[in-house]
């Protein structure tokens, strides 16, 4: 197949100016008078090259600032390049942005047209699809009304059954199906692989894999500006959540390392062990099956002044559930060896990198503790992006006992 697209070495830099933090009221300006303003470069695309072909249904990923819509929007002609060249052989229709494409003041029947019109079709072929354009996106009497009055779902889905029926050559999307529901989601792949079937090119960014792998034929990862993988979908968003999984659980590790315990005399806490199964879990842990925390130490305090706590937390930061022995009724020993096992039962957590603090508090402030980096694997497997937390859970203290020396 001939090469419809032509992405050749593009890099793109933007030219950012920075005020030095600005006057924060206008006396400050009156008083400081105009400020030096210097310019820093951000580089957002680097020495990018690939071609598409005809039919190709092409997916683009990776994260936040990667350089995945402005790559699209520099094929699309709307913006600039820096060095290198991109050659675009056919009637390009560009989806960037919710409702882009979309004139607010005008009714939806009437965009159908224009649009249209832009993009050099005839009145009569306009009306040849435009009953499926409506149908399509699901409008109803809303499509005689100003396209103001839509919520920002029903744009995206009038602005893509606009791209879809009007048949462009090339159809660049960029997370336009992140707005609709689920079942408009389902109806816009099939609608897109019927495109690429009749020989049209597809691109799409989105950050949901699972639509990547559904709708796509290619997958292209950036990362910092640069391509790093082109290749099967199911290859690519492998490798992608590895890659994230990878830098997500050295940044929770980054950020757990600058924990401190404070070691006090009264205060030992040995061993903290979390079992399921029966077994010790060293690695990972699974959802929904229940789960213990045991706990095992020494103290040594008259009168006893001591607590247990533990702590949940998920990567991101994200406190999911705090609790101490005496929230729930019990009291640690006054001195002596000691073992606590907490039951968490049902163990209701989304699959994601978890840490367990567990924590002996003194009433004067004194404080150790021991922490276990867990993650936890959903054998079920999940349902959407982001884990769900189900919390607080039935949680019991199962067994509180002093242990002989």
């Not at 249904?57 to 699209?72: D, Q, S």
């Not at 060249?85 to 009637?91: I, L, N």
């Not at 769900?388 to 242990?403: H, Q």
Request: proline share 3%; glycine share 10%; with cysteine.
């Amino acid at each position: 197949m001939r090469a419809a697209i032509r992405v050749s070495n593009v890099s793109k830099v933007f030219a950012l100016a920075d005020h030095g933090g600005g006057p924060v009221s206008l006396m400050e300006a009156l008083r400081t008078g105009k400020r030096e303003v210097t310019t820093r470069h951000v580089q957002a695309l680097d020495s990018i090259s690939f071609e598409v072909a005809e039919g190709e249904r092409v997916g683009i990923i990776g994260r936040n600032g990667a350089g995945k819509t402005t790559l699209l929007s520099i094929i699309a002609g709307l913006t600039e390049l820096t060095s290198g060249s991109v050659e675009v052989d056919g009637d390009l229709h560009a989806m960037l942005t919710v409702g882009a494409v979309l004139r607010e003041d005008m009714t939806g029947r009437d965009n159908i047209f224009l649009d249209a019109a832009v993009h050099g079709r005839s009145r009569q072929q306009v009306n040849d699809v435009a009953d499926q354009i409506i149908a399509f996106a699901e409008l109803g009497e809303f499509i005689d009304r100003p396209v103001r009055t839509y919520s920002s779902g029903m744009k995206a889905r009038l602005a893509f059954s606009m791209g879809a029926f009007i048949n462009p050559d090339i159809l660049v999307i960029d997370e336009t199906l992140s707005v609709g529901d689920a079942f408009f989601a389902a109806k816009a792949t099939r609608r897109m692989r019927d495109v690429a079937a009749s020989g049209r090119i597809v691109i799409v960014v989105s950050h949901g894999l699972g639509s990547i792998v559904e709708m796509c034929s290619r997958c292209l990862w950036l990362d910092d500006g640069r391509l790093v993988m082109d290749g099967s979908p199911q290859v690519v968003t492998k490798a992608y959540e590895a890659a994230v999984r990878e830098a997500d659980e050295a940044e929770l590790m980054r950020k757990f390392e600058g924990s401190v315990v404070n070691r006090a005399a009264p205060l030992q806490l040995d061993a903290v062990e979390i079992i399921q199964r029966g077994e010790a879990r060293k690695a990972t842990a699974l959802a929904m099956v229940p789960l213990a925390i045991v706990a095992r130490g020494r103290l040594d305090s008259t009168p006893p002044m001591h607590d247990l706590e533990v702590v949940l937390t998920r990567v991101d930061g994200r406190l999911v559930w705090r609790r101490r022995l005496s929230e729930v009724g019990m009291a640690l020993p006054a001195s002596g060896p000691f073992t606590v096992t907490i039951d968490m039962d049902p163990f209701v957590l989304g699959a994601n990198l978890y840490r367990f603090d567990v924590a002996l508090v003194g009433n004067g402030g004194d404080k150790e503790s021991i922490s276990c980096v867990l993650e936890v694997v959903d054998e079920e497997g999940q349902v959407g992006g982001q884990p769900l937390i189900f919390y607080p859970p039935r949680i019991s203290a199962r067994r509180l006992e002093d242990v002989k020396t």
